[in-house]
């Protein structure tokens, strides 16, 4: 079966420009949570959606935000880019909010010039 | 509030040889814990996942431990190949519950040739 799918692979944009990035989980998972991947601060927990609802959120600014949809496909958008936002962003998904563990995509890397 | 530590930070033996990886968390009413293999700049790829109920899981070369009292989860593997060379990371579930998960650092492996 189809994994999670990610979308774009790569981006490039200037600082103060806003970023919309997809996710695609498996079909049928219904939790989808996104992570911001940096050299320096590792795998860091951006939210949660499950069943188009946000049910957690990590400690990150109001710039950063997303949703999810009836068909369980996931964006994640980020304004007013600043250089500190280049990093690699993962998707993961799960049935039920990991208790049968998260299944992740490839990631969108993010390059903020 | 979770957090996961690993240890060694990096390791590079040479090819054949058996060994192990260390994880530790600080709180113990984990659901499960889920062991990654990263390779540069890729997503993650799921190891094992481990229920609060089981001690262990193996999946070919690859065994994992897990003892809720001591904090701790240990990943062995066996006859290591120059294709094992990744970045292994833990995760272990955020407030005691599969909300998302807390990632550690990761242990860099190098196999050697």
């Known amino acids: 079966k189809a994994g999670v799918t990610q979308t774009p692979r790569y981006l490039i944009k200037t600082r103060g420009q806003q970023v919309t990035l997809s996710c695609s989980p498996i079909?049928?998972?219904?939790?989808v949570s996104w992570y911001q991947q940096t050299p320096g601060q590792g795998l860091q927990f951006l939210f949660e959606?499950?069943?188009?609802?946000?049910?957690n959120k990590g400690n990150f600014p109001g710039r950063f935000s997303g949703r999810q949809f009836s068909n369980s496909r996931s964006e994640m958008n980020v304004s007013t880019l600043e250089l500190g936002d280049s990093a690699l962003y993962l998707c993961a998904s799960s049935l039920e909010t990991g208790i049968y563990g998260y299944t992740f995509g490839s990631g969108t890397r993010l390059t903020v010039v | 509030k979770q957090e996961v530590t690993q240890i060694p930070a990096a390791l590079s033996v040479p090819e054949g040889e058996n060994l192990v990886l260390n994880c530790s968390f600080t709180?113990?009413?984990?659901?499960?814990l889920q062991w990654f293999r990263q390779d540069p700049g890729k997503g993650l790829t799921s190891l094992l996942l481990i229920q609060s109920s089981q001690r262990e899981q193996t999946s070919g070369r690859l065994n994992a431990s897990l003892d809720k009292s001591s904090g701790r989860s240990t990943l062995y593997i066996a006859a290591s190949q120059p294709g094992d060379s990744a970045t292994y990371l833990c995760?272990?579930?955020?407030?005691?519950?599969?909300?998302?998960?807390?990632f550690g650092p990761g242990t860099r492996l190098s196999v050697l040739p």
């Open positions: 079909s049928g998972h219904r939790s």
């Open positions: 709180d113990s009413a984990i659901y499960n």
């Open positions: 995760a272990a579930p955020y407030e005691g519950y599969g909300q998302n998960f807390v």
């Open positions: 959606y499950f069943s188009e609802t946000q049910r």
